[in-house]
């Protein structure tokens, strides 16, 4: 007989039948994976958006900065300089004389400093600044305040010749480039002519003309200039006050900004992004004693105001705040807040980032007499 061979596991030699392993994740592991994943991906989201929104904030609080700075030093710089003649001394009162038909005043000294609170439609009605009167998009903005400033201008030309008997006054060069049309200032330290250039002539010596018509009232000034403090300087008439641009940022939001209107009727924009201009005129008395009041104010005297508070809201273009501004900003004695807030004065509902500049200046041409 024959043997059958045990293939049994109990065989000698025989290996046991195992079941082939595997490795990898269970179905908990990759949840808890994911969730964590979750976590880590939103907080990297919530970083990234920090971040842009802070770069966003300062962004614009750059521009804010930028527009202040720039608003308030060409304020600063013009209303410092109210009144200036020249050599004269503040403290003297300088004769002066006026023929030119088209200046914008017939009393320098008076007109000098004007100020205007823009509380109705009407409040510049019968005076050059029509045009900006505040009854349409870009003149003066309601409930903002409107300065107006003459003086002569810091360039001058030196005295060659005049004689009041030919209607020429002859100076060294022309550094101010004025040409016919333009209004003019021939000054000493003891008196002033303004009158229109009618005629323009030459050019190492300049001779400028002021003949009688439809531009000066008389072909002769006042006096004949001889005196060696002589110069020609340029009439310079700034009115700067807020108004629309006619632009909106991509919110729909309105755009303000400063602009100033020359002597020409010119109007540009100075630095946009101003919201507001609030300003209060220091007048000063005899017995030294000096009140800060607002335009309007009853009793007040031009002539005496010697210093000027001023202040400009500005505004970003954009709405960079995670919630509407309700801020109420103090501006020269008033306060600003919401529209939907209680100040008498306000500004729009949104989410624009904002800051009030303020300044206070000494007028340099200016003197009480006693």
């Known amino acids: 007989q024959h043997r059958i061979a045990d293939c049994s596991s109990d065989a000698i030699g025989a290996r046991p039948m195992t079941a082939k392993s595997h490795s990898g994740f269970t179905l908990i592991e990759i949840l808890v994976a994911l969730a964590i994943g979750a976590l880590l991906l939103s907080g990297i989201v919530q970083v990234f958006t920090s971040l842009k929104q802070t770069d966003r904030v300062a962004m614009a609080l750059s521009r804010v900065q930028e527009a202040g700075r720039t608003a308030m030093d060409t304020l600063a710089y013009d209303l410092r300089m109210t009144g200036y003649k020249g050599c004269s001394d503040p403290t003297i009162t300088e004769n002066v004389n006026i023929i030119a038909l088209n200046a914008p005043t017939n009393d320098f000294i008076a007109d000098s400093l004007r100020g205007f609170d823009v509380t109705a439609t009407n409040w ?28 002569a201008s810091e360039l001058s030309s030196e005295l060659n010749e005049h004689d009041n008997n030919n209607s020429n006054v002859k100076v060294l060069g022309n550094p101010l480039e004025l040409s016919k049309d333009d209004i003019a200032i021939l000054s000493d330290c003891d008196s002033m002519d303004i009158f229109a250039i009618t005629n323009v002539t030459g050019s ?24 060696d403090n002589a110069r020609l300087l340029a ?7 807020v108004s629309d641009t006619g632009r909106k940022n991509v919110a729909g939001d309105t755009i303000h900004a400063l602009y100033k209107r020359d002597v020409n009727g010119v109007v540009s924009e100075v630095v946009e992004g101003v919201e507001n201009l609030q300003i209060t005129y220091g007048e000063e008395f005899i017995n030294g004693n000096r009140r800060f009041v607002a335009a309007g104010t009853a009793g007040l005297n031009m002539a005496q105001v010697t210093s000027i508070k001023f202040s400009v809201l500005v505004s970003s273009n954009d709405r960079v705040l995670e919630s509407n501004d309700s801020t109420v900003y103090q501006m020269a004695g008033t306060n600003i807040g919401p529209a939907s807030g209680s100040t008498s004065i306000k500004y729009e509902n949104d989410r624009r980032l904002r800051k009030v500049f303020s300044m206070t200046v000494n007028l340099r041409n200016r003197r009480v007499s006693i």
Do not use: P
């Open 235 to 241: 009439f310079v008439s700034n009115t700067y006050f």
């Open 124 to 151: 510049s009605s019968g005076t050059e600044l029509s045009d900006i009167d505040g009854t349409a998009a870009g003149d003066a903005r309601l409930n903002s305040d409107v300065v107006s400033i003459m003086r």
């Open 204 to 227: 190492g010596i300049t001779t400028f003309a002021h003949g009688v018509g439809t531009t000066n009232s008389s072909n002769k000034l006042s006096k004949a200039y001889t005196d």
